[in-house]
């Protein structure tokens, strides 16, 4: 079965409902401080979380994915983190294989950038879909990401109320090495990216 993006959200805090029907895999990624938050979502799915990239154990800002196969999905569906200055993104695809986790990297800084690598993974088959997010603060008002990665949704950070996050997107014919870099509209004080193959 071929990979199919159903639908996309992000916001801070809790997404916009929206419909997941015919997905059988749903990833968050989740931008801020992940010291102490869960994830959720209106239907009670249950989720497993990857890596935290964090500048300082996560105290200042971080990006790490959650990832739920065979969710029960539906119209009106929202997904939501437990701090409220965080943002949540949302990406709800058609196409995964059982188990469908394979590879994962990124990183984080403290440092002024406009732009951050999420670090090298290579997809252990063809057809892998690659999802990368990031997580920056508020001159990141503009954003693009390379390696003929598509961004499906992005949250604008709201300066003093919420970190910016967002999710791209490649389908991975031919497994090969990857190692995208985001990049945004002036630069920020911290900003987190990571990426994971499924």
């Not at 508020?138 to 999710?167: C, E």
Request: aromatic residues 8%.
């Amino acid at each position: 079965m071929a990979w199919s993006l159903i639908a996309a959200a992000s916001a801070q805090t809790t997404t916009s409902a929206i419909d997941t029907t015919g997905a059988n895999l749903i990833v968050l990624a989740v931008a801020g401080n992940n010291t102490a938050l869960t994830v959720s979502d209106n239907k009670g799915n249950t989720w497993t979380a990857l890596t935290n990239h964090a500048v300082g154990g996560g105290n200042a800002i971080s990006s790490r994915f959650y990832y739920c196969f065979n969710p029960t999905v539906g119209s009106g569906h929202t997904f939501s983190n437990s701090l409220s200055y965080v943002a949540t993104s949302a990406v709800a695809y058609s196409g995964a294989d059982t188990s469908p986790f394979d590879q994962e990297n990124g990183t984080a800084t403290g440092s002024l950038v406009s732009s951050l690598a999420t670090g090298s993974i290579t997809p252990s088959v063809n057809d892998e879909l690659v999802l990368a997010a990031m997580a920056a603060g508020k001159s990141a008002t503009t954003l693009a990401i390379d390696s003929s990665m598509s961004v499906d949704t992005f949250f604008n950070p709201v300066s003093g109320v919420s970190y910016g996050g967002a999710i791209a997107s490649l389908v991975q014919t031919t497994a090969a090495a990857i190692n995208p870099t985001w990049s945004w509209g002036g630069t920020t004080s911290e900003a987190a990216v990571s990426i994971a193959s499924f």
